[in-house]
């Protein structure tokens, strides 16, 4: 059975940073793309940015510049960094896989900004 686990989330004053962390139980090769989504409160779940095997990524364009997304094949590992973390950034952020025509999720960390 396919698991991501994520890692990394917490409480973080405005302005701070976090890097969260999700590792893949099989050889993060075989997916064609890894992705962070996040999820506040009464939202619906969306995503953040996206990174593909040939080290493509993509991201929401509001969090340009902010945060990055980047892969550690030797260590099965996709990273999100968030600086300059706003109130707004506050949710669960998932990480995601489609493999073999279906939807893997790990089970969420949660990120809250707050002074």
């Known amino acids: 059975q396919l698991q991501l686990v994520e890692s990394g989330g917490g409480l973080v004053q405005p302005g701070g940073s976090l890097r969260l962390s999700c590792q893949t139980s099989r050889n993060i090769i075989v997916f064609n793309a890894v992705d962070w989504y996040r999820q506040a409160p009464g939202k619906q779940r969306d995503l953040v940015a996206g990174i593909t095997r040939d080290v493509r990524t993509n991201y929401v364009d509001s969090l340009k510049g902010r945060f990055t997304i980047s892969r550690d094949n030797a260590k099965n590992t996709v990273y999100l960094q968030m600086n300059n973390l706003k109130p707004e950034d506050t949710a669960v952020y998932y990480c995601?896989?489609?493999?073999?025509?279906?939807?893997?999720w790990g089970q969420g960390t949660q990120v809250t900004v707050s002074s």
């Open positions: 995601h896989v489609n493999y073999v025509s279906r939807d893997y």
